[in-house]
């Protein structure tokens, strides 16, 4: 039988019901009474393996998988990311299926679910090593690849370094383990780059800094495999064996490779709005694609192909009365910025056919969002999708609130590109609890 705790707010009102069976393992015994989770690490297990922009904490989605999955269940996350859900579902016991159009988070979510052999892993680390210092000896000069502004972005003997790592990665690297290493080696990338750190966005190091910039190709690697080895070890400890997850490069809108009525509960972060003016998730990959091997068409499009990012013709129809309203204060201020808006939330409505063809009856989805501002207008995002899913089946149940002190965004921003002319972006997010009716 499942017990369960419950929890209730100031008023007394019920808050939650905890299932205390599911899982089971020490990590999951950290809730606090809040979800802001201020002063938890983060990057436990393989959350470690790379940043990605405006992650949803694990702490978050592990919460959820306890309040609301069941073992053996099916979850599913239609904007996957870098594989948060994923993971956490694997952990409490659960399958699961992500979707992502953008390829780099699809190789990251496939691995940090993949429970790699641990000891082989570290025997490739090893044998990896000792054939790039034997590259290195032999005065090797890997061909360096050829994409747009490369010379821009990173500098002459960082250039060369990584093209003799990658080199020795698809030479010498075992195929099951390849992925393993290029996560670790797309974070070298970045690091070494002439991006300015703590960015999502492509911004360069100032050119009075760039002189002083010296970053070391081979011991980032280094410090970046040995990091994630510790990672993949803890995962390895708290993992359930016989669950499976499965990531699928693919748009939500047009298409999920599950069958009807087929998942029981959705964790998801969807973007906050388009990438383009928002958080820039393609951006953020752009790089670290091209030195993939993926051409400048796909790498530099990312952001183009996301919800919002294009305009273009959405065959669905919904209603939302908060959307009319906050569209009509933008446009006060700026009409081109109102229908960008418009198109995002028309894109994101486009997604609802599919998660609902696919959920089954009853099923529960949680989906964490933040209220951005455009042109000083703040956008109630939560209520907006309340409104948007009840066109499609979805009633709601709750909403918690979070404060977001440790997550990847900018605290405040510079909407207008106006200097000193700053605003308050995304400082809270809020979890919407929906169930299909």
């Not at 992925?179 to 080696?185: E, S, T």
């Not at 993949?232 to 069958?259: I, Q």
């Not at 003016?277 to 530099?300: M, P």
Request: hydrophobic content about 35%.
């Amino acid at each position: 039988m499942r017990r369960e705790r419950t929890a209730t707010d100031a008023t007394g009102r019920v808050k939650e019901q905890i299932p205390l069976a599911l899982g089971g393992a020490s990590y999951l015994d950290s809730d606090t009474e809040d979800w802001d989770y201020a002063t938890a690490n983060t990057k436990t297990h393989t959350h470690c393996y790379h940043v990605y922009p405006a992650m949803m904490i694990p702490q978050v989605a592990r919460r959820l998988i306890r309040l609301y999955g069941r073992s053996k269940g099916l979850l599913l996350d239609p904007f996957c990311g870098s594989g948060t859900s994923l993971v956490e579902a694997r952990l409490a016991g659960m399958n699961a299926v992500g979707v992502d159009l953008n390829p780099f988070a699809v190789l990251l979510a496939r691995v940090k679910t993949t429970d790699y052999d641990l000891e082989t892993a570290v025997a490739e680390a090893k044998r990896l090593r000792n054939k790039v210092e034997e590259l290195i000896k032999g005065d090797f000069a890997a061909p360096i690849p050829r994409f747009f502004n490369i010379d821009y972005w990173f500098k002459p003997e960082i250039q060369s370094e990584l093209a003799l790592l990658r080199y020795a990665i698809t030479q010498f690297v075992s195929p099951a383990l390849q992925d393993f290493f290029l996560v670790a080696f797309a974070a070298t990338v970045r690091d070494c780059s002439n991006t300015r750190r703590g960015e999502y966005k492509l911004y360069r190091i100032p050119e009075a800094q760039l002189g002083q910039h010296h970053p070391q190709v081979l011991p980032t690697f280094w410090e970046r495999v040995g990091r994630n080895l510790r990672g993949l070890s803890e995962f390895l400890a708290d993992y359930k064996p016989n669950t499976s997850v499965n990531v699928f490069e693919g748009d939500t809108r047009f298409g999920l490779p599950l069958g009807d009525e087929s998942f029981d509960l959705i964790v998801t972060s969807p973007p906050y709005g388009d990438s383009q003016t928002t958080v820039a998730y393609g951006q953020f990959s752009r790089l670290v694609l091209q030195w993939l091997g993926y051409n400048d068409e796909i790498a530099k499009s990312v952001d183009k192909r996301a919800l919002g990012g294009q305009r273009r013709a959405v065959d669905v129809t919904f209603h939302s009365p908060t959307l009319e309203d906050t569209v009509e204060q933008i446009e006060q201020h700026n009409l081109r910025r109102a229908e960008q808006v418009v198109q995002f939330y028309r894109d994101f409505a486009e997604c609802f056919p599919e998660i609902s063809r696919v959920a089954k009856s009853q099923s529960v989805g949680c989906f964490v969002v933040g209220n951005r501002t455009v042109k000083g207008v703040r956008i109630p995002t939560d209520q907006i999708l309340i409104e948007i899913a009840a066109n499609f089946g979805w009633k709601h149940s709750t909403t918690y609130h979070r404060r977001i002190p440790n997550k990847r965004m900018p605290l405040r921003n510079s909407p207008t590109n106006r200097p000193g002319e700053l605003c308050d972006t995304m400082t809270e997010e809020h979890i919407v609890i929906l169930h299909k009716e």
